[in-house]
């Protein structure tokens, strides 16, 4: 058996972020920025009005009130988008909506408000305003640039784009970014008892539970879900399948298949490839793991992939990472946690690990697999007096791996190491917490 840092280290060296692509915005959302980014335009592009109302010369209205409006003559309309700069004289006014261009000689709004004019929609363009309250020099002005200038650095490299980043980009004169592309992950399950979710099963059938698992957690970890389906437990047609397939995926994740039962097509198909290799991992729950790279033209049961796909070749020159999960659905869901989703994160160029176990404490005890570290489904039941999260199995069942309805209850994985054969009451662990 190997360590599960020796299979993790395995997994990361075989891969390497995609080759950066310029993504239109709206497909750019969760993909790392390969590029720092300027501004092309300056935030606000132009000095503009922050009311709906009209732009005035404060000089013009600084004695006014309500008792003793002061009349100015509107020489003028703008409306947002106008391009018409009608010139404010003194003693004259211009009416000007939110985000209009200001005219030039005004130096003030005033609201709408603070003027004999109703406000809202319909109304028509007065041929005098009366103001009735004063406006300061650059009252309700929001100025060209107060924000950013043109050549301002507003986006660094290495960055996962959130809206608020994309929008950014926007508002600075951006159709599109250099970003790590979407990483595409075929999910394929394996198992001639598998049928699809709401379907009746027959004998000896189950639900497809992993292939809807992993897809969420492919969304998840921010990569793309595609859909390959279930396949029977045989040779040809788990060849065929990842065969069509193949050219349109970043990675593969299979589930099932990689143990040792005289019908485990998926250990029978790829071992031979050379590149994948089936080990025995020290955890539980996940000890079958197979994992490889999957090469365009390799000789054997995948070969051809890539070829005539209909959206494109691979974006990973070196190959297709494959990763053969096994086919109990808790197995699924801790086995992706520990290595398809670090992985993944590196396709997508994320620098660093998700982050530290947190601290915990058992609130009950629990057995331990001997010489396996155990990933126990929990749930965190509050914290203790010092802050601690109190943690405590999130089924009777405990971290059994076929126990996949139980799994929606759990928080958190406890993370309990392969020396340790039973965790006591009070006891200090450390647990990753799951989406
Ligand atoms: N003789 C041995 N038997 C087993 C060993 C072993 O070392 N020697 N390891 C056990 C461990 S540990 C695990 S984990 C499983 C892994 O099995 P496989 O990857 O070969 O998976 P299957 O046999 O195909 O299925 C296992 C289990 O999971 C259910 N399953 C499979 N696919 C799905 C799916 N898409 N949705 C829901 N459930 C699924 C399947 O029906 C089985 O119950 O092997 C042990 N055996
Ligand atoms: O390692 Mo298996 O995942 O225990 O059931």
């Not at 003559?73 to 003194?90: I, L, N, Y």
């Not at 009252?139 to 640039?145: D, F, N, S, T, Y």
């Not at 595409?184 to 539970?209: F, K, N, W």
């Not at 057995?367 to 509050?382: A, E, F, N």
């Amino acid at each position: 058996m190997i360590t599960v840092e020796q299979h993790l280290e395995r997994v990361l060296a075989a891969v390497r972020p995609l080759a950066p692509q310029r993504l239109p915005l709206d497909q750019a959302h969760g993909c790392v920025l390969a590029e720092e980014v300027t501004a092309l335009l300056a935030v606000p592009p132009f000095d503009n009005s922050a009311m709906d109302g009209f732009a005035v010369r404060a000089a013009d209205v600084a004695a006014a009130e309500d008792g003793a409006p002061v009349r100015l003559r509107v020489v003028g309309d703008v409306p947002a988008g106008s391009p018409a700069r009608p010139p404010v004289e003194p003693g004259t006014a211009v009416r000007v909506m939110t985000g209009a261009p200001i005219p030039p000689g005004a130096d003030a709004v005033v609201p709408v408000e603070h003027t004999d004019q109703a406000a809202g929609p319909g109304q028509a363009l007065p041929a005098v305003v009366e103001v009735r309250r004063p406006a300061a020099p650059g009252a309700h002005l929001r100025g060209a640039g107060e924000d950013v200038t043109p050549g301002a650095v507003v986006l660094r490299a290495g960055t996962p784009l959130r809206a608020r980043d994309l929008s950014t980009a926007a508002s600075v004169g951006h159709g599109a970014l250099l970003v790590h592309p979407p990483v595409r992950v075929g999910v394929l399950s394996t198992g001639s008892e598998l049928v699809p979710p709401g379907q009746t099963p027959d004998a000896g059938q189950i639900p497809d539970s992993n292939h809807i698992l992993v897809a969420g957690m492919v969304r998840e970890a921010g990569a793309l879900p595609v859909l390959l389906g279930a396949v029977a437990d045989d040779a040809a047609a788990l060849r065929a399948r990842l065969a069509e397939n193949l050219g349109r995926v970043d990675a593969v994740v299979t589930t099932g298949g990689v143990s040792a039962g005289a019908y485990d097509v998926v250990k029978e198909v790829l071992a031979p490839l050379g590149e994948v290799a089936f080990e025995q991992v020290a955890m539980q729950p996940g000890k079958p793991q197979g994992f490889g790279v999957l090469r365009e033209g390799a000789d054997g049961p995948a070969s051809g992939a890539g070829q005539g796909a209909p959206d494109g070749p691979a974006a990973t020159e070196a190959g297709v990472p494959i990763f053969c999960l096994p086919g109990n659905p808790v197995s699924v869901f801790v086995s992706f946690q520990v290595f398809v989703a670090p992985a993944l994160r590196r396709l997508r160029a994320l620098v660093g690990d998700a982050g530290p176990l947190a601290a915990a404490v058992a609130a009950t005890g629990w057995r331990c697999p001997p010489g396996r570290r155990q990933y126990m489904p929990v749930v965190v039941d509050g914290t203790d007096g010092t802050g601690a999260l109190r943690v405590r199995p999130a089924t009777a069942g405990g971290s059994g791996s076929h126990l996949v309805a139980s799994l929606a209850l759990a928080d958190a994985l406890a993370v309990v190491d392969a020396e340790v054969d039973a965790v006591r009451e009070g006891d200090a662990v450390r647990v990753m917490m799951v989406p």
